[in-house]
């Protein structure tokens, strides 16, 4: 059988969950390295530092890191002053500063270069934010929140523009290309909305002109993400799926669902664009070759709903 080949011990795969967690996986065998705890709340998000050196975890009221390299199993810094849930997180591309969006309404900038820690800038908004992105110009933060508002915020002169892509709805995450090409949002509908993006990587603000409306999903969706090399898009839900669309007219290429038939909450794609990792509410996150459409592993171990991950690598090869 065809595996998948690591060749760098530099891949980190991350997993966090319902059952107050954290779990450090060798990524190419599904065993568990490591188990973090995050004692005090589900996990909401995660996402690793540039370096690889430190994973950070969104939680009710907190922000938590943990040390990658070390054998300390709890938190090695706390952001606190935070109310309600942070719903998502992010690091600027030299792990200079934090970025993070919570139930608070706000999307908040934390300078991690100053010795205390603290919340530099807040963007305050109406609505419980749900979903937080950087764009790859490092310089606009794009805010979703539970009134169906896209946010546009120009960190540079702190304007910001607005737009809602289908009323009565809630955006539950936006992402954008690696090129800086397309953005995504899903809502609570289940529906996919694509932008083309001009300008943006300038002083001139980002302009986004509507490309495609995909009815991605029979339930409520839950997460959106862009392939490396920005051919692919891949969408989850409650209705139990994640799809994969072709970015040149964004139809479907592959569908993805376990007999389980259970929530996909979070996704990521491995390196070379050619595998996608999801973790699901039957607290199995799993490793899936897209070409195929096959189950490659299991990474078994959660007591609970698995509702966030990330994955960082160097290089993937396959045999």
């Given amino acids: 059988m065809n595996d998948i080949n690591i060749y760098t011990d530099r891949v980190v795969f991350v997993t966090g969950g319902y059952d107050h967690t954290i779990k450090i996986w060798e990524a190419h065998t599904g065993n568990c390295q490591r188990t973090l705890q995050h004692s005090d709340s589900q996990v909401n998000a995660l996402a690793i530092t540039p370096n690889k050196y430190v994973i950070a975890a969104a939680g009710y009221q907190h922000i938590r890191m943990y040390d990658l390299n070390s054998n300390n199993l709890n938190p090695v810094i706390n952001f606190e002053g935070v109310s309600k849930n942070v719903s998502g997180l992010g690091f600027q591309e030299e792990g200079k500063w934090m970025y993070t969006g919570g139930e608070d309404c706000s999307a908040r900038i934390w300078d991690l270069r100053s010795s205390n820690f603290q919340c530099q800038r807040i963007f305050q908004v109406s609505a419980p934010v749900n979903c937080v992105f950087l764009h790859p110009n490092q310089a606009e933060l794009i805010v979703g929140d539970q009134s169906g508002v896209i946010h546009l915020w120009d960190l540079r002169s702190d304007h910001n523009e607005q737009l809602i892509p289908e009323t009565e709805t809630s955006i539950q995450d936006i992402a954008v290309d690696t090129d800086g090409m397309y953005m995504s949002a899903v809502n609570n509908k289940g529906n996919c909305f694509i932008w083309t993006l001009t300008s943006g990587n300038g002083e001139e603000p980002t302009k986004l002109n509507p490309r495609h409306k995909i009815n991605a999903?029979?339930?409520?969706?839950?997460?959106?993400k862009f392939s490396p090399d920005s051919t692919l898009l891949v969408t989850t839900a409650a209705d139990q799926t994640a799809r994969i669309w072709r970015?040149?007219?964004?139809?479907e290429?592959?569908?993805?669902?376990?007999?389980?038939k259970r929530w996909v909450w979070d996704v990521a794609f491995s390196a070379d664009s050619q595998y996608i990792f999801t973790a699901s509410s039957d607290s199995v996150a799993r490793l899936w070759n897209i070409a195929t459409g096959s189950l490659k592993r299991e990474y078994r171990g959660h007591q609970k709903v698995i509702s966030a991950l990330a994955f960082r690598d160097e290089m993937v090869s396959i045999n």
């Fill in 217 to 224: 999903h029979k339930g409520h969706a839950l997460a959106c």
């Fill in 253 to 260: 290429v592959q569908v993805f669902q376990h007999e389980t």
């Fill in 247 to 251: 970015t040149t007219d964004f139809s």
